[in-house]
């Protein structure tokens, strides 16, 4: 699997967006782009993914540049609920689908 | 929300004993997963299982064995807990497609005295 880059840590605004990028520049063609939460070590929660399109559902926006060598994850409106590590993870979808977390993004939501 | 669930939530235990940490899941996932994640560190995925009757060792090594008898149960079991052991393990689960996320567990935060 592709390795990813993240920023170690952000802040964000309370009600304001939050972007968080992340690089894979090695990352395959068949290779998905997920990104998952870990709020204050609980079982990571799965957000959005996706191949070549950005991506939309009720928590989150997934911005997939055109040559898929980067990505953005955007909370629209962040609130302190929000506060986590944030993964990107790019993998292929088949043998035994393992995920590989690296350091992540630590988002602190500040009020 | 997704059902899986993961007992007991918190052991203390001494050092020597054998301990079996319990993982199941309703949604009938072929696929199961356990990740170790000491404090502040990275997930790393100690075992996973394609379905029943098969188990695989993971990316980082263990001591602790799986088994898979029934698909909805995969117990993680430490013959001889060490404080080595100490650590939170996370079971996850997913479809046969491993196109949609893995669902996880809330954890069982093992300590070993």
């Known amino acids: 699997d592709a390795k990813t880059t993240q920023p170690p840590s952000m802040d964000c605004a309370e009600g304001r967006a939050a972007n968080l990028p992340c690089n894979h520049s090695?990352?395959?063609?068949?290779?998905?782009v997920y990104w998952y939460r870990q709020i204050h070590s609980q079982g990571p929660q799965y957000i959005i993914h996706?191949?070549?399109n950005n991506e939309t559902n009720e928590m989150a926006s997934l911005i997939i540049t055109e040559d898929r060598k980067s990505s953005t994850l955007i909370l629209p409106h962040a609130t302190l609920r929000d506060t986590a590590v944030y993964y990107c993870?790019?993998?292929?979808?088949?043998?035994?689908?393992?995920?590989?977390f690296g350091t992540g993004t630590r988002l602190t939501v500040i009020p | 929300e997704a059902d899986i669930y993961q007992t007991p939530r918190y052991l203390v235990i001494g050092t020597g004993k054998k301990i079996t940490l319990e993982c199941s899941q309703t949604?009938?996932?072929?696929?199961m997963y356990w990740y170790q994640q000491d404090p502040g560190m990275e997930l790393h995925l100690i075992h996973y299982?394609?379905?029943?009757?098969?188990?695989e060792k993971g990316d980082l090594s263990s001591e602790s064995t799986v088994s898979r008898i029934r698909t909805e149960h995969f117990p993680l079991t430490l013959e001889s807990a060490r404080p080595s052991h100490t650590s939170q393990y996370l079971c996850?689960?997913?479809?046969?497609?491993?196109?949609?996320?893995?669902?996880f567990g809330p954890g069982t935060r093992l300590t070993v005295t």
């Open positions: 090695t990352i395959s063609g068949n290779e998905y």
């Open positions: 993870i790019v993998r292929v979808v088949t043998g035994a689908n393992n995920l590989f």
């Open positions: 996850a689960s997913s479809d046969p497609t491993g196109l949609r996320e893995q669902y």
């Open positions: 949604m009938g996932h072929d696929k």
């Open positions: 299982s394609y379905g029943v009757n098969s188990t």
């Open positions: 996706g191949l070549k």
